[in-house]
Structures are given as structure tokens and as C-alpha cells.
């Protein structure tokens, strides 16, 4: 077998190494393709024919790929100010949702909802998992289409896309499953939950810098293993087995959302719920990666939407890390403690001996173990509320901190030995949740008439 370097232009993210690996191991001769992003550049072995930079061209034209046996000059982007106005306009909303008390969508823990969870997979389809795995996607419908034809009717066109998410599915319910158990048979301490917390957002940091353009890291990289991926796409015709297949491994091409649902189900310690924490997650992915398959457009195949989609999401993806990292740690409320040289402010744990006049007096306690306890209060409207935690372990996590939204809305922190105080006048009839500063529910109070 002879082997030739092609370096390449247009290469953005690791769906273009994927995609670019099938299209060329689909050309007669063509045994061995390992596409590089960080190098620019794919290494291919061939039979008798090598193939021509003009026909590699033509095959890959409609990608934005360009081929050529000597590397291509850098060029300068001079057009970075559109994506940090995106990407800043984005966080500004999220701001603004947070402060309306509605980030516990985004903001999740082994703790949320599974609604969260589902709402999470949605923000990851439409950003990281898209960036990867999207090019994935555009391959097998366009592959499929090459063997088909596009004159089927709607089942035929949208097959591969059903079994390549039905795939997806399968292999998220199982790897929940398997998480889950092992968080089960492993009890997880609160330092233990710390260092896996960081760990996840160091996968997650490292993954967005990739999608920045920062190529230093472009060499960490979690790619399908080459030799699997040539015995997928070795038949030029596909069956209905390879998007089942695809779909199936792709837990294999983690994006930092899937790192961080993968830390969560393992962190919840029950192999049920970690799988519904999988499921519902994967869930949320198929909608976005669906619609980029049934459409077909050229949106990811677009070099310059594209890369600028792809920097737009890893910007906000290195904000969600340090967003996240503080919440889970507390690093502002640690910083304000320490260094407010004396001028600390009330923060709810200064009322202890001054109650208001005939307040409605509601105690718990927490503990490590059972959380807030008891977890369930009815109070009177337009009468004040003293609500007071004795607080006898310290609080971890997202955990760290409670608060009472619409009722109590600046976050307490869980301290060892404090007797934690909010004080305050029910105005609306209805049931309050009382949160952590994420939103993860741990108890309720009820204001009546």
C-alpha cells in the first residue's frame, strides 16, 4: 500500500475529520484515511491509483474543503468581533433569565429535574453536540441520498436519521444505567463529588477551547477509534445497520454537556435514575440534531457560518464552566466573606435575637444526610415569616446554599454551627419552592389565606 498527505483547508471541528475520513475512504483504492484538525492535514493509504487533488476537490467542493499536497498559509480572521457580539449577546440574555430566577434550566445537578436535564440536552443540540456530531449527521444523509436516491418518500428520507438517533438513545439509556450503578455501588463523598465536579469542567474548558480555535488543544481529542470507524463506512452502500451503529458509538465523541450529564448520573447513586438522567438528556440532543438531518442544509458544510457558530458556542461554553464552578463553590460568596475588609453585609444570619413583631416563627435543621428537615410549611399572606435553619453540617455543591425564590431571593450559604435566618412578608397566596441558588427543589411553603 502507498501512502500521500493532503493538507487541508477548511477543517473547523471533529466532525470535519469524521466527515472528511468517510468521504475519502468511499473512493475506490482508498483503504486507510486519519484525518487531523489540529495539523491541517489527512494521511491516507491507497492501492494502485492515488487520488488527484482535482477529483478531491470536486468530491469535497460542496463541504468548503480544499485540498492540496503543500500547506495552505494561515490566514488572519478578521471578522472576531461578530462572534463575540454573539456570543456576549447570549450571555446577557442568560443573565437576564437568571435574574428572573429561571437558570435552574441551564444550571443543573445531580439533584434537577428531569425536565431540566431534557431542557439541558436541548442547549447542548443546538451548540456543542451540533458542532460534533453534525457533521456526522450531514454525512449519512448525504450518503444515504448517493445510494437511494432523493425520489423515496418521507420514511425512506428520514430512515436514517430515526435509526441513527434510535441508536443514540439505546446507548445513552444503557451508559445511564451503567453510571448510575457504579455511583450506586461506589458512595460518592462530598469531596469525591468536588474533584468530579472539576474534572468535568476541565473536559468541558478544554473541549471549548478546541471549538475557540486555540489549536494547542487541539490534540486532546476523543474521536471514534479509526480502525471501527473504516470497517463502518468500508461498503460504498449503506444499510440500515451503519446510522444504527453511528449513533450508537457516538457516546464515544463526548461533547462537554454529555461529560457533565455523565458526571451527574453518576453522582445521583441509583442506576434508574441515572438512566432517565441519560435518556432525557439524549433526548433533548435528537430534536436540534433531527432537524439539522431532515433539512439537510448547508449550514454546517458552510465554513464561515459554521466557524463562527462554532467560536459563538465555546465562548459560551467557557462561561458556563466559570458560571457553574462559582456556583458550585461559592467563590464569590468566599471572596465577599474574606475580603469586604469589615464592611460585611447582612446576609440573613445577623437576626437571631431581633425578630420581627408577631412573626410567623417556621424552624429546620440541616444535615449532610437528610437535607432540610422538616421540608414542608404553611404560613399566612400579608403576615411576616421568620424562617429559621439550624444548619449542623456543612453544605456542598449547589447544595451549599438556600433560598426561598420569589420570597427570599438572595442565596444563604449552608455553615456548620450557624442558625441561618429569612425574614420576610408573603404578598401572593401559592406555593413557594425552597431552593439551592440553582433551583434544585428541597421543600416547600405554602401561603394561604
Same mark, same amino acid.
Request: net charge negative.
Given at each position: 500500500m502507498a501512502k500521500q498527505v493532503y493538507y487541508i483547508k477548511g477543517m473547523h471541528c471533529a466532525s470535519c475529520e469524521i466527515l472528511i475520513e468517510k468521504e475519502l475512504l468511499l473512493i475506490p483504492g482508498v483503504t486507510f484515511a486519519d484525518a487531523s484538525l489540529a495539523r491541517g492535514l489527512v494521511?491516507?493509504?491507497y492501492g494502485k491509483q492515488k487520488p488527484s487533488i482535482k477529483n478531491l476537490n470536486e468530491k469535497l467542493k460542496d463541504n468548503g474543503y480544499l485540498f492540496?499536497?503543500?500547506?495552505?498559509?494561515?490566514?488572519?480572521?478578521?471578522?472576531?468581533?461578530?462572534v463575540l457580539v454573539g456570543a456576549f449577546t447570549a450571555i446577557a440574555v442568560f443573565l437576564i433569565i437568571t435574574k428572573l430566577g429561571l437558570s435552574s434550566f441551564i444550571n443543573v445537578s445531580s439533584e434537577s429535574s428531569l425536565s431540566a436535564f431534557f431542557v439541558f440536552g436541548l442547549i447542548a443540540g443546538v451548540s456543542s453536540c451540533a458542532a460534533l456530531i453534525g457533521g456526522l449527521v450531514l454525512s449519512l444523509s448525504k450518503q444515504w441520498v448517493e445510494d437511494? @436516491?432523493?425520489?423515496?418518500? !418521507?420514511?425512506?428520507?428520514?430512515k436514517p436519521h430515526l435509526l441513527f438517533n434510535f441508536g443514540r438513545l439505546i446507548s445513552f439509556f444503557l451508559l445511564g444505567l451503567l453510571l448510575g450503578f457504579l455511583g450506586e455501588k461506589f458512595k460518592i463523598s462530598p469531596t469525591i463529588t468536588s474533584i468530579l465536579v472539576l474534572l468535568v469542567s476541565g473536559v468541558m474548558l478544554v473541549l471549548a477551547l478546541q471549538m475557540v480555535g486555540i489549536k494547542a488543544f487541539n490534540r486532546f481529542r476523543v474521536t471514534l477509534p479509526k480502525n471501527l470507524f473504516s470497517r463502518l463506512v468500508k461498503n460504498k452502500k449503506s444499510n440500515v445497520t451503519e446510522p444504527f451503529v453511528i449513533g450508537f458509538l457516538t457516546f464515544l465523541l463526548p461533547c462537554g454537556f454529555t461529560v457533565a450529564a455523565e458526571g451527574f448520573a453518576i453522582l445521583s447513586g441509583s442506576p434508574l435514575r441515572g438512566l432517565l438522567i441519560m435518556l432525557l438528556f439524549a433526548? @433533548?440532543?435528537?430534536?436540534? !440534531?433531527?432537524?439539522i438531518g431532515f433539512s439537510s442544509t448547508k449550514f454546517l458544510s458552510n465554513q464561515n457560518l459554521s466557524e463562527k457558530f462554532l467560536k459563538v458556542a465555546g465562548i459560551l461554553i467557557i462561561f458556563f464552566v466559570v458560571y457553574n464552578i462559582n456556583f458550585q463553590f461559592g467563590i464569590d460568596r468566599f471572596i465577599s466573606d474574606n475580603w469586604n475588609f469589615g464592611n460585611k453585609a447582612n446576609n440573613g444570619q445577623l437576626n437571631i435575637e431581633t425578630p420581627i413583631a408577631n412573626a410567623q416563627v417556621i424552624k429546620a435543621?440541616?444535615?449532610?444526610?437528610?437535607?432540610?428537615?422538616?421540608?414542608?410549611f404553611e404560613v399566612k399572606v400579608n403576615q411576616p415569616v421568620r424562617f429559621e435553619v439550624s444548619v449542623k453540617d456543612d453544605g456542598y455543591g449547589c447544595m451549599s446554599t438556600i433560598m426561598i425564590p420569589g420570597l427570599w431571593r438572595q442565596p444563604l450559604t449552608l455553615r456548620k454551627g450557624q442558625t441561618l435566618v429569612m425574614e420576610f412578608t408573603p404578598k401572593r397566596v401559592g406555593t413557594y419552592q425552597i431552593a439551592c441558588a440553582m433551583g434544585v427543589p428541597r421543600g416547600t411553603l405554602k401561603v394561604t389565606n
Open positions: 494521511n491516507i493509504e492540496s499536497e503543500q500547506a495552505f498559509e494561515e490566514e488572519k480572521n478578521t471578522k472576531i468581533w461578530k437511494y @436516491g432523493n425520489n423515496g418518500g !418521507l420514511v425512506e428520507k428520514i433526548l @433533548g440532543t435528537m430534536i436540534p !440534531l433531527l432537524i435543621v440541616y444535615t449532610e444526610a437528610s437535607d432540610i428537615q422538616p421540608n414542608a
